[in-house]
C-alpha cells in the first residue's frame, strides 16, 4: 500500500507540473478578462482578470502541498476521517494520496476548461468536471463504509 501511495502522490505532482506549464504556456495568449467562476451547469458566471489564473494555479499547488504534509500526519486536526482509520497511518497516507489525485484531477480540469473557454475554443466547463466530483463523494461514502465495517469487526471482537 505504501508503494501504491508513491505513485499516486507521482502522478499527483506530474499533474500539478502540467497544470503549471499549461498555465504558463497559454498564459499570454488570454484575453484580459478571464471566466473565474462558473454555475452548476458549467456556464462562466464570473470574469476577472487574466492575471487571476495564477491564484488558481497557487492555491493548486498549495493544496498539494498541504495535502503532501497531511498524508505524514494521520493525526493532522483538520483530517476529517474516522478515528478508526487514523489508528493505521499507511492507511491514512493511502486515503490521502486518493484523495490527493482526485483533487489534482479536479484542478487540472479547471484551469484546462477555463483557459481554454477564455481563448474561445469552449463555452463552459464540460460534464468531466461533474464526474471527477461524483468520484469524490463516492470515495468519501466509501470511506464512511469502511470504516463502518472495522468498526462493527472491532466491536465482534473487542
Do not use: C
Not at 476577472?48 to 498549495?62: H, N, V
Request: no cysteine; aromatic share 14%; net charge positive.
Amino acid at each position: 500500500m505504501k508503494t501504491i501511495s508513491l505513485v499516486l502522490k507521482v502522478i499527483s505532482f506530474v499533474v500539478l507540473i502540467l497544470i503549471w506549464i499549461f498555465t504558463i504556456v497559454n498564459f499570454k495568449n488570454l484575453p484580459e478578462t478571464i471566466p473565474i467562476h462558473y454555475n452548476i451547469d458549467g456556464t462562466p458566471d464570473g470574469f476577472g482578470p487574466k492575471s487571476s489564473i495564477w491564484f488558481e494555479t497557487t492555491l493548486t499547488t498549495a493544496l498539494f502541498l498541504f495535502l503532501m504534509y497531511v498524508s505524514k500526519k494521520p493525526n493532522f486536526p483538520l483530517l476529517n476521517i474516522p478515528q478508526n482509520i487514523k489508528k493505521k497511518p499507511i492507511l491514512t497516507e493511502f486515503i490521502v494520496s486518493i484523495l490527493l489525485l482526485i483533487i489534482m484531477l479536479i484542478f487540472a480540469d479547471i484551469n484546462y476548461e477555463s483557459i481554454q473557454n477564455a481563448l474561445g475554443k469552449t463555452n463552459g466547463l464540460s460534464s468531466i468536471i461533474h464526474y471527477l466530483l461524483g468520484l469524490v463523494f463516492i470515495f468519501v461514502f466509501g470511506l464512511l463504509i469502511y470504516s463502518y465495517i472495522i468498526s462493527k469487526r472491532q466491536n465482534l471482537h473487542g
